[in-house]
C-alpha cells in the first residue's frame, strides 16, 4: 500500500495542503536502503499543550522579550542559562541542549508555526481532532495511525502497532489490531499453571475465530516471553519515569525484530498555567526529560535510526503574552520535532508569522502557517509507503 496524505482527509473534505510545505521536506528519499528491515514510525504525544515558543525561541524577534518580561530565555551566549542557538534566529531551549548535536548532523528537524487549523482550546476537543486527523470533525470513528494500519497483511504479527500506555489511544484505535502495555513483562502470563489453563480451555473452542484468536494470542505471548528475555536496551541516559521507560521499551521491541511498525508514546505535564519558568523550572524539567529520552533512544538503536521516523504532536500552543502568574495559557500554533537517519535536519521548517499584533491569531496567539497533517503526511508517504 503506499501511503497517502489522504489518510487525514476522511470523513473531513478539508483541503489542509494549502497550509502544507513542499513534498520531501522533511523525509529524505531513501539511499542504500537495507533489505529485509521494515520502517517503522514512532509518534510522541506531549498532553497539556507544550509552549512552543519558549522551546525554541525566536530570539531576533523582538516582542518575544516584550510580551514575556518574566519567562523569556535569555538570547545566546556563553552560559547554562541562556538559548543554544541554531540558526541565528532560533535557538532551543537550553533544557533541549542534547538535541543540538543530532541537529547539528542533520538528524533532527524543526517545524515551528505548525499544529492543528481546528480553534478549540479544549486540551480534550484538540487532542481527539489531532488524533483522529481531522481537526472540527468529531465523527471519525478511528484514529489516523490506526487508518495507516487498515491494509492487507502479507506476515502478521501482533505487534505491528504497540502504544505503550495504560490504554489504547485514539490515534490507534479502529478495525485495525493495536496493542498496549507498560513493558514487555506485562504483557506476558506470570505464571505457568494460568498459560496451560487458558491453552486447555481454548483447545476446546468450537468456534473457528475463537481458535484464530487464541492461537495468535499465544503466538504473541511467546513472542513478548522472547522479548522479554532478551538482553535490555542500555538503561544510560534514559530519563527516569514513565516516557524514558516507555521509549526503553520501544527500542527493545525495534531490537527484537517483532515486526513493529507503529510505537506511540506520550509525555505529560505541558500545561503551564502558573508558574511555568524560563530557563529554568517546572516547563525547563519537562524539555529536558523529553531531550534526554529522545537523545538516549537514538544512541540506543544506533543505525537501526536509518529505519525509524520519530514525530511529536502536541494539541495546541499557548498564548505568545505571558499572563498574570507567570504561565501561559491555551494558544494555538505550536512547534513540532522530526527525529531519524532519513531526516532532512539541520533546519527549522515553516513559514515563520511574526510577533506583531496585527498578525497573531485571534490577536493573542501564534499564528499557523503548517498543518500538522502535512508534515505527518510526508512521513506516511516518504517514510512508511
Known sequence: MIFSRRIFMKNAGLGFLALGLPPAFVVRAAEGEKKNRGKILVVV????????????????????????????????????????????????????????????????????????????????????????????????????????????LQNPTPFRAVALTSRLPRILAGSAPALTMSSAEEFRLREESSAAMLRKLYSTAQDPLLQQGSRSLFNGMEVMQQVA????????????????????????????????????????????????????????????????????????????????????????????????????DHGHANVMFALGGRIKGGKVYGRWPGLEPEVLYEGRDLDLTTDFRSVCGEVLSRHMG
Open 45 to 152: 504525544f506531549q498532553r497539556g499543550g507544550m509552549d512552543g515558543l519558549n522551546a525554541v525561541i525566536p530570539f531576533r524577534e523582538k516582542g518575544y522579550y516584550s510580551l514575556r518580561p518574566s519567562i523569556a530565555v535569555a538570547e545566546p551566549a556563553s552560559g547554562d542559562d541562556r538559548a543554544v542557538d541554531l540558526d541565528g534566529f532560533y535557538a532551543l531551549h537550553p533544557a533541549l541542549a542534547p538535541l543540538k548535536g543530532l541537529f547539528d548532523k542533520g538528524r533532527l528537524a524543526i517545524i515551528h508555526a505548525a499544529g492543528s487549523p481546528d480553534n478549540t482550546r479544549s486540551h480534550f476537543d484538540a487532542q481527539d481532532y489531532m488524533e483522529i486527523g481531522t481537526p472540527g470533525v468529531k465523527s471519525t470513528p478511528d484514529g489516523w495511525l490506526n487508518r495507516c494500519l487498515a491494509k492487507e
Open 229 to 328: 528475555a532478551s538482553v535490555p536496551s542500555a538503561a544510560e541516559g534514559y530519563p527516569a519515569g514513565r516516557f524514558g521507560g516507555s521509549l526503553r521499551e520501544i527500542s527493545r521491541l525495534i531490537k527484537a525484530n517483532v515486526g513493529l511498525e507503529i510505537a506511540f508514546a506520550e509525555i505529560e505535564g505541558w500545561d503551564t498555567h502558573a508558574n511555568q519558568g524560563g530557563a529554568t523550572g517546572q516547563m525547563a524539567n519537562r524539555l529536558r526529560e523529553l531531550a534526554e529520552g529522545l537523545s538516549a533512544f537514538y544512541r540506543d538503536l544506533g543505525d537501526r535510526m536509518e529505519d525509524i521516523v520519530l514525530i511529536t504532536l502536541s494539541e495546541f500552543g499557548r498564548t505568545v503574552r505571558e499572563n498574570g502568574n507567570r504561565g501561559t
